[in-house]
């Protein structure tokens, strides 16, 4: 975990100028929530002041030492800095620091004045240092200089103080210091870099990256854990829903950015024998429990799986999952014993340490689970393909199957996709749509409007308040199926006997079934395989809709308008070949656009497959 970073209450600035220059009203700005994200993730602004209320210089000057490297293990000065700046003052440490770096001054009186106004020169000319920038850098006389290179080094985006003698404001420090973020430094490279972070691809701060970086955790939520946070997170986040900070519990883990004043909580686990420690267990790096290989993502998780660690190959142990779904912590199965409800897809043998160097074979089943996961567990009793099973896991480790009863729920989901006939869909529910042994996963808003009966619904569980908390349905929506393009098709042979080669693309992978005795309905065009691509049950031909155009999530055609799946698959036809593409470049292309759909809208259907043709 990484050092704990202390963050005080509201910060800000330094210097004091003249000379009025007018201020850009700085184009193509980022969105305030964006930037104010950055910069709180990052420490250099906390709090929940307005917007418009102004800064003072020593608010500003804790800001910027914040932006700077090493910023945030700043304490309290060790002696009064200046007289109206005591060594009891909340920013004695900001105001010291900021002096010795030669960001700010005192006046001439000997005083600092803490609580007066930043002007817009003054903040420019200490963003402009941490740029490293200095006086020798900069002609004319002061700010004039200064003020150019604000524009020039596009700082001024975004920020609305109205020239270099105006008094900034909150939302003028958020840009300032988010543009500081992007711009060049006097060596060349983005600021950013030195706060060991990077620009996304056009150009702006990575934002998910620099709140990952930033991030506290991972931790274990136990016993009382809570009293050892440092602060009261006003936002809590439970398996990426907003919660409060009671739903968090037991066993979960936990993450926490203290600046944005916001925790997250993940609750996924895995629980099964350890079948393998890769590459070894001097250093691992991944785990593979209950047939499924996990990313090792802490340093404790690593620890204790080692040589070093309490873990042995052949242990029954529940993996506590974080948020990327590696292994953020190990923990006995009786810390957290529980269940997974799914479909069985196959029943083989497989080979198990024993903990002692050797292995044991023993009959496994593997679990296709309403989370979209597949998990496999020994059994000791008959299983079959297709069954509908819960997975109970003991205290001790044993797993036990059980059979599920079909369910019997019928009725129209709503408009909203809340519920489906009285019963409400629960917050976190699970709802996998299966089909040929394949799962998706779905969420509840997309059955809004379709009608579900018996022979739909496999199996659904309802939570303590009479919520749909899980649910497995029969090839309702065909998400599980694979989408693609059929790419060559050949024909051979005469009456007697035939044979046919088919090739064709899904999502990027080339496949082809030479010389077969099995006649696909289909010649060209996209496709829907259903099965193993390398040997399918079907393949079947899409259906064609008229050249149209792409608008927002939607596919229009004259006057019909079709909705676009989720993971459509986009292709480029050039010279001849077909290359996998994106929804943006087809609309950047302006080419006439073909698309095709599976089934109708009403019956769960949507756009599969656009293709345009490049030049």
């Not at 897809?345 to 979209?372: F, M």
């Not at 709503?414 to 089909?435: C, H």
């Not at 909705?563 to 087809?586: C, F, I, Q, W």
């Amino acid at each position: 975990m990484k050092t704990k970073r202390l963050f005080s209450a509201l910060l800000s600035l330094c210097l004091t100028l003249s000379l009025v220059l007018p201020a850009t009203a700085a184009g193509s700005a980022a969105p305030l929530d964006e930037a104010l994200q950055a910069v709180t993730a990052l420490g250099i602004m906390s709090g929940d002041g307005a917007m418009s209320q102004r800064v003072t210089r020593a608010q500003f000057i804790t800001m910027a030492i914040k932006a700077s490297p090493g910023g945030d293990g700043v304490g309290q000065a060790a002696t009064s800095p200046y007289p109206d700046v005591p060594r009891s003052h909340w920013a004695s440490g900001y105001v010291e620091a900021g002096v010795a770096r030669g960001l700010i001054s005192g006046f001439s009186d000997g005083t600092f004045r803490p609580d007066q106004e930043v002007k817009l020169a003054e903040a420019v000319s200490i963003v402009l240092a941490l740029l490293g920038y200095g006086p020798e850098d900069f002609s004319g006389a002061y700010p004039s200089g200064q003020m150019a290179m604000f524009h020039s080094l596009k700082l001024d985006r975004g920020v609305s103080a109205s020239g270099a003698q105006a008094p900034i404001t909150r939302q003028d420090a958020v840009y300032l210091f988010y543009d500081l973020l992007s711009a060049k430094t006097r060596e060349g490279g983005p600021y950013i870099q030195l706060l060991g972070h990077s620009l996304d691809a056009s150009g702006k701060p990575d934002l998910v990256s620099l709140i990952n970086g930033e991030m506290e955790g991972p931790v274990v939520a136990q016993g009382s854990w809570k009293s050892s946070l440092s602060f009261a997170p006003a936002k809590v986040y439970r398996n990426g829903d907003l919660a409060s900070l009671a739903a968090v519990q037991d066993y979960d883990v936990i993450y926490w950015n203290e600046a944005m004043d916001t925790l997250w909580a993940y609750a996924r686990k895995a629980t099964g024998p350890i079948q393998a420690i890769e590459p070894d267990r001097a250093a691992p790096v991944s785990v593979t429990v209950a047939g499924r290989t996990y990313a090792i993502e802490s340093s404790a998780a690593a620890y204790a799986l080692s040589d070093l660690g309490q873990y042995r190959l052949g242990d029954t142990v529940t993996l506590l999952l974080g948020r990327s779904g590696g292994a953020a912590a190990v923990a006995d199965v009786s810390a957290s014993a529980g269940e997974r409800a799914g479909v069985v897809v196959e029943v083989s043998n497989a080979a198990y340490p024993d903990g002692s160097g050797g292995t044991y074979t023993a009959q496994t089943v593997t679990l296709l689970a309403t989370d979209g996961q597949t998990y496999q567990y020994q059994t000791k009793g008959s299983q079959r393909a297709g069954s509908l099973v819960r997975a109970i896991v003991s205290e001790s480790g044993e797993v036990t199957l059980r059979g599920l009863s079909s369910g019997s729920l019928t009725g129209r989901v709503d408009s909203a996709g809340t519920k489906v006939d009285k019963y409400r869909f629960a917050q976190d529910v699970e709802i996998l749509d299966v089909s040929e042994g394949r799962g998706a996963v779905l969420y509840p808003k997309r059955l809004a409007g379709l009608s579900l009966d018996s022979g739909k619904v496999r199996w659904y569980s309802l939570n303590a308040q009479g919520e749909i908390q899980a649910m497995i349905l029969n090839d309702v929506t065909g998400d599980a199926y694979q989408y693609g393009i059929l790419t060559r098709f050949e024909e051979q042979g005469d009456d007697s006997y035939k044979s046919y080669s088919y090739e064709f693309d899904l999502g990027g992978q080339t496949y082809a079934i030479p010389g077969t005795g099995t006649r696909y309905p289909v010649t060209g065009g996209a496709i829907q395989v259903v099965g193993d691509p390398a040997s399918p049950t079907r393949i079947r031909a899409l259906t064609a809709v008229k050249s149209g155009e792409l608008a927002g999530k939607q596919y229009v055609a004259g006057s019909q308008r079709y909705s676009l799946a989720d993971d459509v698959a986009v292709y480029e036809l050039r010279g001849g070949k077909y290359y996998l593409s994106s929804l943006a470049r087809a609309e950047e292309s302006g080419k006439s656009l073909t698309a095709w759909y599976d089934k109708p809208e009403p019956a769960g259907g949507r756009i599969r497959v656009i293709l345009f043709r490049g030049e």
